[in-house]
């Protein structure tokens, strides 16, 4: 039969207490990490819909009013570099409203040439030839043919979408064209 001391009774009561508050701390980290967790999932979502709210704020004062600087920087950012496709997709759209046409006719153009994200889903560059031809701009002609025969000769694993893009790009390309023809 095992004899304690009181002197490892001690040392006992202290392994157990040392345990036992260890443990005790630990759950009560567990409850602060899960809270801070929900707080910070909380404010990603705040400030996603704080940046969307943003993103139609400036859309619909930039029909009426120019841009500043700072916006015209922000867009420019969210379509290079926002991981939110629909958010940046939106973003192309405000681009024919910066006040310096020559550089929104240059950045897209840059969309259409580089095919900004399309491989990621995105149709950016349709909507830059959009906004292309609704700018009249016509020195993106070359830029448009060679994004169309680029659709042209991709494969595509839905034909059908595929089709539809092909068929946008040669309504706006064309009416460019017309367009430029008309003023000559």
């Keep these: 039969m095992f ?49 969307d709210k943003r993103l139609v704020r400036m859309y619909e004062t930039a029909k009426y009013v120019p841009l500043k600087q700072v916006e015209v920087d922000d867009i420019i950012d969210t379509v290079l570099h926002d991981s939110n496709l629909r958010r940046a997709n939106e973003a192309v759209w405000i681009v024919p409203f910066i006040s310096d046409r020559q550089y929104a006719i240059s950045f897209l153009q840059k969309i259409v040439s580089s095919r900004l994200k399309w491989n990621e889903g995105a149709f950016m560059p349709i909507q830059a030839v959009v906004c292309l031809a609704d700018m009249n701009a016509f020195e993106a002609i070359p830029v448009i043919e060679e994004f169309l025969h680029f659709l042209e000769n991709e494969r595509a694993e839905n034909d059908e979408e595929q089709q539809v893009c092909i068929r946008a790009v040669k309504k706006h390309l064309n009416r460019l064209k017309s367009l430029r023809e008309m003023e000559e």
Aim: glycine share 8%.
């Design 3 to 51: 004899r304690f001391t009181i002197r490892d009774v001690l040392w006992l009561m202290v392994v157990v207490g040392l345990g036992v508050g260890w443990w005790v701390e630990r759950a009560r980290l567990v409850g602060v990490i899960a809270a801070l967790k929900a707080k910070a999932s909380q404010d990603a979502l705040q400030i996603e819909y704080e940046r």
